[in-house]
């Protein structure tokens, strides 16, 4: 193949939504990766040139719903701004990437529940689906509706129409009981996205918090027993 016609190629691969998005998740999975491979994971924020800087988020435990960032790093403390840097990760496992949402174009912290062929996001209790063609919403509320005549309030549903369009083959077609039945909670749709890969086999990563898991002791005057997963 002539060299002119393979730059071409190669041009038309960069610049098309499919290639973006294997980058966007190969991006997601490096940071995990490159934490996950420490002797004990830290926080830690990517900059604008892709440098990964370990350091201390300052938040409130269990907070995912980021506005600004305050990073500390050897007692110098930082506020950054979605457009500042890249992303960030937390010691927890939690993946953010400073990323636009459909139909805006100022970037937020959105919170990266599942990476791979189909990105799930989440930020201030919305979901978001990716696949680097389609960017979509998956939306779910309270509407009125009518029904013999007087209007009544349903909740709706349209996610699950959402989701079959992104899962599709027969991977997504076997879970289409599922979708019908699941509830709009990061759990429920998690789970959906692990299925669909595991089904298809391919590569994803699922980035939740890693949390102590409570046990509560049978024994009388013990009280809790904590142990890590």
Same mark, same amino acid.
């Given at each position: 193949?002539?060299?002119?016609?393979?730059?071409?190629?190669?041009?038309?691969?960069?610049?098309?939504?499919?290639?973006?998005?294997?980058?966007?998740?190969?991006?997601?999975?490096?940071?995990?990766?490159?934490?996950?491979?420490?002797?004990?994971?830290?926080?830690?924020?990517?900059?604008?040139?892709?440098?990964?800087?370990?350091?201390?988020?300052?938040?409130?435990?269990?907070?995912?719903?980021?506005?600004?960032?305050?990073?500390?790093?050897?007692?110098?403390?930082?506020?950054?701004?979605?457009?500042?840097?890249?992303?960030?990760?937390?010691?927890?496992?939690?993946?953010?990437?400073?990323?636009?949402?459909?139909?805006?174009?100022?970037?937020?912290?959105?919170?990266?529940?599942?990476?791979?062929?189909?990105?799930?996001?989440?930020?201030?209790?919305?979901?978001?689906?990716?696949?680097?063609?389609?960017?979509?919403?998956?939306?779910?509320?309270?509407?009125?509706?009518?029904?013999?005549?007087?209007?009544?309030?349903?909740?709706?549903?349209?996610?699950?129409?959402?989701?079959?369009?992104?899962? =599709?083959?027969?991977?997504?077609?076997?879970?289409?009981?599922?979708?019908?039945?699941?509830?709009?909670?990061?759990?429920?749709?998690?789970?959906?996205?692990?299925?669909?890969?595991?089904?298809?086999? =391919?590569?994803?990563? =699922?980035?939740?918090?890693?949390?102590?898991?409570?046990?509560?002791?049978?024994?009388?005057?013990?009280?809790?027993?904590?142990?890590?997963?």
């Amino acid at each position: 193949m002539p060299k002119s016609l393979l730059s071409i190629i190669l041009l038309f691969l960069l610049s098309t939504p499919v290639f973006s998005q294997v980058s966007k998740d190969r991006l997601v999975s490096d940071w995990a990766l490159a934490n996950s491979s420490k002797e004990k994971m830290q926080d830690f924020i990517v900059l604008p040139s892709g440098q990964q800087v370990f350091g201390t988020v300052v938040r409130n435990y269990n907070y995912a719903d980021f506005e600004e960032l305050v990073f500390s790093k050897d007692g110098v403390v930082s506020t950054y701004l979605p457009q500042q840097i890249q992303g960030f990760g937390l010691d927890n496992g939690q993946i953010f990437l400073s990323k636009p949402l459909p139909g805006n174009s100022e970037p937020v912290f959105l919170q990266i529940l599942v990476s791979g062929p189909i990105q799930l996001g989440e930020y201030k209790g919305g979901y978001f689906l990716d696949n680097g063609k389609e960017y979509m919403k998956l939306e779910a509320y309270y509407g009125e509706v009518e029904k013999n005549g007087p209007l009544y309030k349903k909740y709706i549903r349209p996610f699950r129409g959402t989701l079959k369009q992104f899962l =599709v083959g027969d991977c997504g077609v076997a879970l289409f009981t599922d979708i019908d039945r699941a509830p709009y909670n990061d759990q429920a749709l998690i789970n959906l996205m692990k299925s669909y890969f595991d089904c298809a086999q =391919v590569r994803y990563q =699922v980035h939740i918090e890693k949390v102590p898991l409570i046990l509560i002791s049978p024994l009388a005057g013990i009280g809790l027993i904590v142990t890590g997963k």
